[in-house]
């Protein structure tokens, strides 16, 4: 991974407005991010409550130990396009379609935004993966997510008679 | 509907708590375990993710997005999603409850008899501007005010079009909309919708087929003033009239839907079995009537027990028929006939195998009897742990008027323990609005 120094001017160009205030955010190797305070902050709590905590903004960088730099200019992308529309429509297709297209980042990114509390973003891209559950049978789902079955027989059985009628 | 859902949440609380009680069962409902979470492994370096290890927060808010009958297969893939997702142990039969009485909702809510669970689900936009008139194995027949009628799977929504309510055969259905509206001079007249008339007050009940599909479904509806049946197929653009081919007038009290036949009890109590899966209605008559000069059980008369009980029918997996009896108030009875002490609720069974004649009876064969607007349901007691014998569980929707004009719709739900003869209700509303669509039973089903 590269540790250059990546820039990713969130919103509206910073360089002709210098009174925009920004802090920089570090992703886990070490790549440092450039975001709009008002970018972020509409979007993470966590920042949003360091940011009243720490008193100000100046030089502030915000280490993010849980988060890899593809993950986080991912996430910074959706950001942005959350930002940019009043509703939802848009960043709900984007998340869809890195759904689609890419799973595992999608799972990252989820990650992610729990860690960093962007309530509102993290509750649509779960509705967007609940939406994709809707009508799938037990098996589908486990293809889906990739995941093994691991209950025993005798489990099994329990959940199928907890709620005979959804499992026929 | 705002402040009223706090009102229908307290009310099936109290039903729940009231009903354990009466089973005497402390609490059916047990806490998962939580302290099992799996240990969270540090390294995820594997190319496809394993879900297994996200944080529990995340899965289980995932599964608050998805309706419960989806989160119950989420819960099934794996042990650590069964854990994440909040248990939601929604047996069957359900209580259906209309979200919005003006029936403008695409939403209704769901409350588990057994466990007094309840959740609203939505949307079902299939729902919208219509009210149910059937239910039967996960699936319910629905009517707007154009009497337009169709087969509706809520769940998976899967819907099939019957012919209307309009090509029902009668000999003039609005005239008859129109007496009903002069005889009932509090209705409200600039809203009078004689389609809506008939939909509220001439249709009985549909009852159809298992597993219906677009190519594959009977349907029977219960209709009229005087009980008349008709049924419709696939393939077929109109409800044809279902006759017995006797000359005698007989009235249509219930129908009920087993076994590829249609089971339909006159206003005598006799049972005929239709079956029309073939091109022509074929029918055998399994129950005999009831002579009105002989005196039954409870030294009632057979005139007695046709015309002061409402009736119900249904028909258990052995082949054997139940017939509840509700006692009706019915002033137009001649005086040496009114009854001093009736009993309000009766069972009589019979068995079209042995004795084709109905008798008394305390006994269900350990099951409950799930009676509405839905086809009726039998259920083994076994599946129902708050149940403490065989039980009857009724849906009744009735006017109280008040001596300063006012009218009332009451909805009960009722049930009534055969062995005790002991009767109590578990759902109770009352509404001005008179035309107030009524809770039916649903037995959930992803077909």
Not at chain 1, 61 to 85: C, H, I, M, R, W
Request: glycine letters at 4%.
């Amino acid at each position: 991974m590269s540790t250059e120094s990546k820039e990713i001017l969130v919103g509206e160009s910073s360089q002709a407005k210098p009174e925009k205030k920004t802090i920089v955010l570090m992703a886990s190797d070490g790549d440092e991010f450039v975001v709009d305070v008002d970018d972020i902050t509409n979007q993470s709590e966590m920042i949003r409550n360091l940011i009243s905590d720490m008193g100000g903004t100046d030089g502030l960088q915000v280490p993010l130990l849980n988060v890899t730099a593809p993950v986080l200019a991912k996430l910074l992308e959706l950001f942005n396009v959350s930002n940019k529309n009043d509703d939802d429509e848009e960043v709900t297709q984007k998340v869809k379609e890195l759904m689609e297209a890419e799973l595992n980042m999608m799972i990252d990114v989820l990650g992610a935004a729990n860690y960093i509390e962007a309530t509102s973003f993290f509750d649509l891209s779960c509705k967007v993966l609940a939406d994709k559950f809707k009508g799938m049978s037990v098996e589908e789902v486990r293809e889906f997510l990739n995941i093994e079955c691991d209950f025993t027989e005798e489990e099994l059985q329990q959940i199928h008679a907890e709620n005979a009628w959804a499992f026929d | 509907m705002g402040g009223d859902e706090g009102l229908l949440s307290r009310f099936i609380r109290v039903m729940y708590k009231r009903l354990m009680e009466k089973a005497n069962i402390s609490s059916t409902v047990t806490s998962r375990g939580r302290e099992e979470e799996p240990q969270v492994e540090e390294e995820i370096t594997t190319e496809r993710p394993d879900w297994t290890l996200l944080p529990f927060n995340l899965i289980t808010k995932i599964s608050e997005e998805l309706p419960i009958p989806h989160r119950i297969c989420l819960r099934a893939t794996c042990t650590t999603w069964y854990h994440a997702v909040l248990a939601m142990d929604v047996p069957s039969p359900w209580l259906l409850i209309p979200d919005d009485e003006s029936e403008l909702s695409d939403s209704c809510t769901f409350a588990s008899l057994p466990t007094g669970c309840f959740f609203t689900y939505s949307p079902i936009p299939e729902l919208r501007g219509t009210r149910c008139v059937g239910s039967h194995a996960g699936w319910l027949a629905i009517s707007n005010v154009q009497l337009d009628v169709s087969l509706l799977n809520p769940l998976t929504r899967s819907q099939i079009y019957l012919p209307s309510f309009t090509t029902l055969p009668t000999d003039d259905l609005m005239l008859e909309c129109d007496v009903w509206f002069m005889d009932n001079p509090s209705t409200d007249e600039p809203a009078y919708n004689p389609f809506k008339v008939f939909r509220d007050r001439f249709i009985g009940k549909v009852v159809f087929s298992s597993n219906p599909t677009i190519h594959n479904h009977i349907a029977v509806t219960l209709y009229g003033a005087y009980g008349e049946l008709a049924y419709t197929k696939a393939g077929k653009d109109a409800w044809l009239l279902l006759k017995e081919p006797s000359p005698k007038d007989r009235q249509y009290e219930d129908v009920t839907y087993h076994d590829d036949k249609f089971y339909c009890l006159t206003n005598e109590c006799e049972v005929e079995a239709f079956d029309l899966s073939g091109d022509c209605p074929t029918v055998a008559v399994v129950v005999e009537r009831l002579t009105f000069s002989v005196t039954y059980f409870h030294n009632m008369r057979g005139s007695n027990l046709s015309r002061t009980y409402k009736k119900y029918l249904a028909r258990s997996s052995t082949g054997e028929l139940f017939m509840f009896l509700r006692y009706i108030n019915q002033p137009v009875l001649p005086y040496d006939m009114e009854l001093l002490r009736p009993k309000r609720f009766m069972v009589l069974r019979a068995n079209p195998e042995t004795n084709p004649c109905w008798s008394a009876t305390n006994d269900l064969g350990s099951m409950s009897w799930f009676i509405g607007t839905n086809n009726s349901i039998l259920i083994s007691n076994e599946d129902l742990p708050i149940v403490h014998g065989d039980g009857i569980f009724f849906i009744e929707s009735y006017k109280v008027a008040f001596g300063n004009g006012i009218e009332l719709l009451t909805s009960n739900v009722g049930w009534f323990y055969l062995k005790e003869e002991s009767s109590d209700t578990y759902y109770a509303s009352s509404s001005p609005q008179l035309d107030l669509a009524s809770v039916i039973w649903f037995t959930p089903s992803l077909q």
